[in-house]
């Protein structure tokens, strides 16, 4: 577990919009080149344009133009680590890779996959 990752998502989570649910989250996902993008959940009370805090920070590198990522960081402070939703992976999946996917939780829990583990049958484009 990279701790530095971990502290950025960890403060982007300060930043999550959940009135609804309550369940915070935040993510850090590094470049190729080392360059960080963080995101937290947004809710909104029809649920469904809810946005993941993960789908925010991938949304903000490939709207800055980048490409090619190394890994993800996710934290919540849940009493098990909290992974992906499908959508998610999905996306992660499509723009990143079959890259490292840490979990953290604040309250001391850590686990580490390759997102082909969390995603094992992924629609590609190929």
């Known amino acids: ?12 989570r300060a930043n999550a919009v959940a ?15 080392g360059n960080v993008y963080t995101g937290c959940n947004i809710e909104n009370v029809s649920y469904g344009l809810t946005v ?4 925010v920070a991938l949304w903000k590198a490939l709207s800055e133009g980048t490409r090619e990522f190394r890994q993800i960081v996710i934290v919540t402070d849940a009493p098990v ?7 998610c992976r999905q996306l992660l999946w499509e723009y990143c890779g ?27 484009r190929f």
């Open 52 to 55: 993941c805090a993960e789908r």
């Open 19 to 33: 009135p609804y649910s309550g369940f915070k989250v935040g993510a850090a996902l590094e470049t190729k080149d």
């Open 81 to 87: 680590v909290t992974p992906p939703c499908g959508a």
């Open 98 to 124: 079959d890259m490292p996917v840490h979990l953290h939780s604040l309250r001391g829990f850590d686990q580490e996959y390759r997102l082909a583990e969390l995603l094992p049958h992924p629609f590609d």
């Open 1 to 12: 577990m990279n701790p530095e990752l971990t502290a950025k998502a960890a403060a982007a």
